[in-house]
């Protein structure tokens, strides 16, 4: 503990969550899965990286990625979504630092998805011409434009969906949060 302070390995906590979850409940092993906001989505992303074993995919909006982890990498591959706004003036989609600039640097949202996909071995990027989705109200009509990884190993797809003119917190559209769930249920542990 430094100056009071606790620390506490929370991607531990999380993953302690979900086993109590499974040994309480009927839970398919197969199809676990977290989203996360901002914060939450450098969680969600953390606890993917450390729980490879137990989490089949991640949706993580407007977050930053896990830090530099050397040459840890996880113990499989996990799916991931990554949603980013270009407008967000948060944490930005191209990069940057939080508060203090002596702190590292964080990944784009181009790197984030580049980095899971050397972590799974997933490879041909491939971006859609043009927005194909529309994920916000804030912005008029199709406004995302998705970018797949086409070739990836069992449980190893990696997606970004950028939403075009999008801030941190883009007020979702009705096909938002289905069509991430319907992503997140494509995609299973084999």
Known sequence: S?????FVDDAAYLRSVIEEV???????????FLTGLSNGAAMADRVAFESADLVAGIASQAG????????????E??????????ADGTISYTGGYLTNPNWPRYLSAVENIQTWADYNGASNPVSDPTPTLDLTTDVAGLDTVVTRYTTFPPSGAVELWTI????????????????VIDWLLAHPKP
């Open 77 to 86: 591959p996990v799916s991931v979504l990554h949603i980013h706004g270009t």
């Open 2 to 6: 430094a100056l009071g302070h606790t």
């Open 64 to 75: 930053d990625s896990i830090p530099d982890l050397g040459s840890r990498r996880p113990s």
């Open 22 to 32: 499974g040994r309480s409940f009927a839970m398919d092993r197969k199809r676990i």
């Open 164 to 179: 075009n003119g999008a801030g941190h917190v883009p007020t979702r559209s009705s096909q938002f949060s289905p069509r």
